[in-house]
């Protein structure tokens, strides 16, 4: 069966440090993974997506993932938050179907 | 750039009432899903339609209906609203083997 883990709850972070979120899927085929932002009181936004290709893939606001088969991971990463950043990420993985499965997300709290 | 627009943000209703969430796509895409947004427990999908007046249960069905007359369009039933049914509501639509759209959500209280 398909799933998406976020295995971080939740994540705080320095405004101006590094950051990383992981993501690891369960799919049996090549899968299509996507990153998607919510900020309080809103709907999804999507951050950047792979299909194929380059595994490092860029999006939008600075950030970037990285598809590593091995591992079976899709790492969000950005190399400077900023204070607007903070708000809950979500990865998915879209199955063959049409039918995404999505994370229990990590929620990014951005300190001064 | 796609819209996708839910009728309300907040909405307040009872217990038993029979409650219709409305939600709109401006692009023309074939697929269109509900999900429900729980603390700890992500996005959960309700049901989700690949075109005009067929519909496909997803994993969490029970207690709602869907209905997709016009392809923009796809509503979401509570037919008997139970205070357990209190949650946000995203609604989203793509084209085939593309990204979801969502749009803002809405809020959902039970009494």
């Known amino acids: 069966a398909q799933s998406v883990t976020q295995p971080d709850i939740h994540i705080t972070v320095s405004e101006g440090a590094s950051l990383e979120l992981r993501c690891n899927y369960s799919y049996g085929a090549t899968p299509y993974l996507f990153w998607y932002v919510q900020s309080p009181g809103q709907g999804l936004q999507l951050l950047l997506k792979?299909?194929?290709?380059?595994?490092l893939v860029q999006g939008i606001k600075g950030f970037e993932a990285e598809f590593k088969r091995s591992q079976s991971s899709f790492n969000l990463r950005k190399p400077s938050v900023h204070w607007s950043d903070a708000a809950e990420y979500f990865c998915a993985v879209l199955h063959t179907g049409n039918q995404f499965y999505f994370g229990t997300g990590t929620s990014l709290t951005v300190i001064p | 750039d796609v819209k996708v627009t839910q009728s309300s943000r907040y909405l307040v209703k009872r217990t038993g009432e029979k409650v219709f969430l409305e939600c709109v796509q401006d692009?023309?895409?074939?697929?269109m899903f509900w999900y429900r947004q729980d603390p700890g427990l992500g996005l959960r999908l309700i049901y989700f339609s690949y075109d005009v007046k067929m519909k496909e249960k997803g994993d969490i069905p029970e207690g709602y209906s869907v209905s997709r007359e016009k392809k923009e369009r796809f509503s979401l039933i509570l037919e008997s609203a139970s205070t357990n049914q209190t949650s946000m509501y995203l609604c989203?639509?793509?084209?085939?083997?593309?990204?979801?759209?969502f749009g803002d959500g809405t809020r959902l209280s039970i009494l």
């Open positions: 989203a639509s793509s084209l085939k083997i593309q990204p979801q759209h």
């Open positions: 692009m023309d895409h074939e697929n």
């Open positions: 792979y299909f194929s290709g380059d595994t």
